[in-house]
C-alpha cells in the first residue's frame, strides 16, 4: 500500500494518550497543514487557537465530552491518559458566514499533518462552545466551529467491515483498543 493510503487507513481517532510534549516544530506544521487548506473562494476565514500550556489544557478538558458511543468510563481519558493539545478553530463571519466544509478540510489536513508524525488526535464535536467561546474571547462575529485534541496515543485504533447498516457504533476490545466498523466501499458507491 502506498505511504498515503497507509496515512489515511491508520490516521484515525485517538483517545487516550501519552503524557510527552508535542515539539514546537510539530504544531507549526500541523498549522501550517491547516493554512493550507482548500476554502471557498479563497476567502480563508478560519483562524486557529493553540493551547499548549497544561493548566489551560485542563481548562478546555473541563468542557469536552469523549466518545458518545462508550460509557463514560470507557470513552471519557482519565488523569494520566489526557490530550497534552488543543487546537481551536474559529470561523470569522465577517469573511465568510458559510464556511463549515472549509474548517472539515482544514481539521482533515492538521490531524493528517499530525499523524505524519506520530501526532493522535480526536476531533471533538461535543464541547461547550458557549463556555470555551467566553475563554477564548471570541467576538460575536467569531464561531467555535470545534477544537481538536492531540498526543501521541497508548492505544491502537483499527478498521473492521461493517457488516450490517446498524454496527456503526465503535467499541472497545479486551486490549482496550478502539475497533472502528466502517460501511464496505459497495454499500457506498453507485456506478451510473
Ligand atoms: C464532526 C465530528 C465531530 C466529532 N465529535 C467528537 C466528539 O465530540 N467526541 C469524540 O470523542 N469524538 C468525536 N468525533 C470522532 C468520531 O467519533 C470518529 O471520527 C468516529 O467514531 C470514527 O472514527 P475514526 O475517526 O477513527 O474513523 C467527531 C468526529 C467528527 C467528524
Known amino acids: 500500500m502506498d505511504q498515503l493510503m497507509e496515512l489515511l487507513r491508520t490516521r484515525r481517532t485517538y483517545r487516550r494518550f501519552e503524557q510527552r510534549e508535542i515539539s514546537k516544530e510539530i504544531v507549526d506544521e500541523i498549522l501550517t497543514a491547516a493554512r493550507l487548506a482548500s476554502s471557498a473562494a479563497n476567502r480563508q476565514p478560519l483562524s486557529y487557537i493553540v493551547i499548549r500550556e497544561p493548566e489551560k489544557v485542563a481548562d478546555v478538558f473541563a468542557y469536552t465530552r ?3 458511543a462508550l460509557p463514560p468510563e470507557q470513552g471519557q481519558p482519565k488523569e494520566g491518559e489526557r490530550p497534552v493539545l488543543f487546537i481551536a478553530v474559529v470561523e470569522n463571519l465577517d469573511i ?9 478540510l482544514a481539521i482533515s489536513n492538521m490531524t493528517l499533518a499530525a499523524w505524519n508524525k506520530g501526532v493522535g488526535s480526536c476531533m471533538i464535536g461535543a464541547c461547550d462552545k458557549a463556555a470555551l467561546s467566553q475563554m477564548f474571547g471570541l467576538t460575536e462575529n467569531q464561531k467555535l466551529h470545534t477544537v481538536v485534541a492531540f498526543g501521541y496515543p497508548s492505544h491502537v485504533s483499527r478498521i473492521v467491515d461493517m457488516e450490517s447498516p446498524e454496527e456503526f457504533k465503535y467499541y472497545l476490545d479486551k486490549n482496550r483498543d478502539y475497533v472502528v466498523p466502517k460501511r464496505k466501499l459497495a454499500d457506498v458507491v453507485r456506478y451510473l
Do not use: E, V
Open 66 to 68: 469523549w466518545a458518545g
Open 96 to 104: 465568510n458566514r458559510d464556511c463549515d466544509t472549509d474548517a472539515g
